[in-house]
């Protein structure tokens, strides 16, 4: 909280209140400013903006509130007396859904110093390309003798230090590559941009006709500009994913020794601790149930879609989700023991046996650079030798074919392609966290889905209502609304959704690992298990109703609810010619039922997470390309495995993390949209590559018999970067629907 | 071309003004929310005296 003392610097009084004003000041203490978070999913309009700006204002204690409407989130600067749970409620109230959001965790991409500077050097370089670019066109229309060494020492001016700040990134990297000893992109580049400066500042004092300084800056600029589409693209998809995380705030109640709790991070939670777990509440670590009995959603872990009951003595691991009771648990492992750690190192094994992916741009880089550093040698020897050793036209040749070959339109080529494809996925819901996802994307053949919360909503849905008495379904919907079970809530919500009017329980009651009672007209009515009821089981997933009036139970049989999309993606993908695979930790019964009815062929049911990864693996083993697609912990160590992965947004961390797609809507749609789109994209990248080498085999010749001019070279350097361009933006806009 | 001797400063410094609103700009975390920004001007709150 040192945020109030800081000195105040900014010029507008109205910008000193803003907290991010100061953040630019405090650089590195962002993470340690503390401050709340709160992710507004809802929020969209201006008066949203006062409406929760003005709400947080008064409660006592919170100093500032800054409502962020590009992120959807507010920042409050607040005293140390006030939880974000309070805020959250508060805003709740007024109808604006709030979730608290781990500030340590965004603070990385709050404060994007790399992408601002490379802003800044992009700014420099634009302006210094503009008044260069002035002067230049004054020499090429016929300046002469005083004027135009008068005009080419200005640019020189201008130019050099452009060039000294804003070529920085190239040069280092140049540097780096160069001491690993390999020949990246950025040594041409590099070597472009000194040889173009130095030969010109030589020419100029010579009084001679040609300066490069125009084509110096400009290829710094649109080097530039690649370089921060490609870091934009990288940085969004970064934060998007780190806001996703940032949403699962990692703290636990812990019980001291007097009985009392505190609230405490998971990673100081120790085994021997005693935690406490609300119903709906995830497990913070692996332990043995103290107190307490209740049922856990394992979904996420397993794939089961059924809760299993737990009582004191049983144990439970890191992960699950608590249903209807209040458990302590007593921990036995945290942190980096706990089993979710040990799953999260299964997928970092799996992650380093992913073969390398060597992208497209890394390929064509492989063959050019080598390429244009030959040319420019040749070329200057060959002059040398033809002119009888003059040093002057000979190197004035071999920095005229290093600037016409620049690879600007390489440099442009990929990233403004996958901009524009990540731009028009986003669009539709899908995050490309991974820069060459796209093109693994456009290979794949093979699709390995997972089942429950993936093809499914890991949400049962109840199933021939309409032969039930609408008395019974109302009377169950009741019972239902005091329940946190997935069963229940199902059952409540479908009565509401028929426009029933729930019928008032008394003494509604929660039975941990039983269901939920209490009386209705005088008499016990019970929802729940078939023999806590006493009624005969089915063979399906099911609850049963006990009206209390004498009669046989009710049985609600229910099914898996499908993922909206679910169908049209997987005809889709069929549709493509992709091999169509389910693999689920399900029943193998259940899943067969499930493949049949989304129309999938091949489908294994009961598989362990081992055994999905080892699939995957078997898989590409067999020269398929795969696309997995899971969201659940048991899917994570596939998900590292396979050679492009999607994980929905409701995935489970460690499967985001390991995924290279995250679906943020609840449709699977997008899928196989995003893979017709990759196979575009890529055929654009080559397209791209098609038309710089183009340029480069119609300029090429021209430089190398020494007709090459500074306007030459300008013109080719534009023209071809707008092309490719251009040819990206076609993507973005072409197929719009 | 005595002209070229006011002429080229002056464009210069032009040309210096805006860059040094850009970094300003930049500096001042102006980039940082375009879309909320956008709407804050339609509201009224501190229209008549600046948020204190």
């Not at chain 1, 997972?450 to 949400?459: F, H, P, Q, V």
Request: hydrophobic letters at 50%.
């Amino acid at each position: 909280m040192t945020a109030a003392v800081l000195p105040l610097a900014s010029a507008c009084p109205a910008c000193d209140a803003v907290p991010a004003a100061l953040a630019a000041a405090a650089g590195a203490a962002e993470g340690a400013r503390g401050g709340i978070v709160l992710s507004l999913p809802t929020i969209h309009c201006a008066s949203c903006i006062g409406d929760v700006e003005r709400a947080l204002a008064a409660v006592p204690g919170v100093r500032d509130a800054r409502v962020n409407l590009t992120l959807r989130r507010v920042r409050v600067e607040a005293g140390p007396e006030v939880t974000a749970a309070a805020l959250a409620e508060r805003l709740e109230r007024l109808g604006y859904p709030a979730q608290e959001m781990d500030a340590g965790a965004l603070a990385a991409t709050e404060t994007d110093a790399a992408g601002r500077e490379l802003l800044m050097r992009l700014g420099v370089a634009g302006f210094a390309m503009m008044n260069v670019m002035l002067l230049s066109v004054a020499v090429w229309s016929g300046a002469e003798a005083a004027t135009r060494d008068l005009f080419h020492w200005i640019s020189a001016a201008i130019a050099l230090p452009t060039v000294a700040f804003a070529g920085q990134p190239f040069f280092r990297s140049a540097w780096a590559s160069l001491r690993a000893g390999r020949l990246g992109m950025d040594v041409p580049i590099a070597l472009a941009l000194v040889l173009a400066c130095l030969i010109s500042v030589y020419e100029t004092s010579l009084s001679g006709h040609h300066a490069y300084f125009d084509a110096a800056v400009m290829l710094c600029f649109f080097l530039l500009a690649g370089r921060y589409l490609d870091h934009r693209t990288r940085a969004i998809a970064r934060g998007a994913a780190q806001a996703l995380a940032a949403l699962e705030v990692p703290r636990a109640l812990r019980i001291r020794a007097d009985g009392s709790a505190e609230t405490v991070a998971v990673a100081a939670l120790a085994p021997g601790d005693l935690v406490r777990v609300p119903p709906g509440a995830r497990l913070p670590a692996d332990g043995v149930v103290a107190h307490g009995e209740s049922e856990l959603d394992r979904s996420l872990l397993t794939g089961e879609t059924l809760p299993v009951a737990v009582r004191p003595g049983d144990g439970a691991t890191a992960g699950e989700v608590n249903l209807t009771g209040a458990l302590e648990l007593a921990v036995t492992a945290a942190g980096r023991d706990s089993s979710l750690a040990r799953m999260a190192e299964l997928v970092a094994v799996a992650e380093g046996a992913r073969t390398r992916y060597t992208s497209l741009a890394d390929r064509a880089a492989r063959a050019y650079s080598p390429l244009v550093h030959l040319l420019a040698a040749t070329a200057f020897l060959v002059w040398l030798e033809r002119t009888g050793g003059d040093l002057r036209v000979a190197l004035n040749i071999a920095a005229a074919t290093l600037i016409i070959t620049c690879p600007c339109a390489l440099g442009l080529a990929v990233p403004a392609v996958v901009t524009a494809a990540s731009g028009r996925l986003f669009r539709r819901g899908l995050l490309v966290k991974s820069g060459t996802a796209l093109e693994r994307l456009a290979e794949v053949d093979t699709v390995v889905f997972d089942k429950t919360g993936t093809l499914t909503l890991g949400a049962p849905e109840p199933v021939g209502l309409d032969s039930r008495p609408s008395a019974a379904l109302a009377l169950a919907g009741a019972l239902g609304e005091g329940s946190a079970h997935p069963l229940a809530r199902a059952l409540a919500a479908a009565a509401r959704a028929r426009g029933l009017a729930l019928p008032a329980v008394e003494a509604l009651r929660e039975v941990p690992g039983a269901g939920v009672e209490g009386r209705f007209g005088g008499r016990r009515v019970r929802l729940g298990r078939a023999d806590w009821i006493g009624a005969d089981a089915l063979d399906a997933t099911a609850t049963y109703l006990d009206a209390g009036d004498g009669r046989p139970p009710h049985a609600f049989a229910f099914a898996d609810r499908l993922r909206p999309g679910a169908a049209e993606a997987v005809a889709g993908l069929a549709a493509q010619g992709k091999r169509v695979i389910l693999l689920s930790g399900d029943t193998p019964a259940a899943v067969a039922v499930f493949a049949a009815r989304l129309g999938i062929a091949e489908a294994r049911g009961g598989v362990r997470p081992e055994a999905k990864a080892e699939a995957v693996a078997a898989l590409a083993a067999g020269g398929r390309r795969v696309l997995m697609v899971g969201d659940g912990l048991n899917d994570t160590a596939a998900l590292a495995s396979a050679h492009v992965s999607l994980a929905p947004a409701s995935a489970l961390d460690a499967a985001r993390v390991a995924s290279d797609i995250v679906l943020l809507g609840q449709s699977l749609a997008p899928v196989a949209d995003a893979a017709r789109l990759a196979v575009t994209a890529r055929a654009r990248i080559r397209e791209n590559f098609a038309l710089s080498a183009l340029y480069n085999v119609v300029a090429v010749p021209i430089a190398l018999v020494g007709l090459a001019t500074p306007l030459a070279a300008a013109l080719a350097m534009s023209l071809s970067s707008v092309t490719v361009t251009l040819n990206a933006l076609r993507l973005g806009t072409g197929a719009r629907r | 071309m005595s002209v070229l001797a006011w002429l080229i400063p002056i464009s210069l410094m032009l040309g210096l003004v805006g860059l040094g609103a850009f970094v300003w700009a930049l500096r001042n975390r102006q980039y940082e929310d375009p879309e909320g920004d956008s709407r804050r001007i339609l509201s009224t709150d501190w229209d008549d005296r600046p948020k204190p």
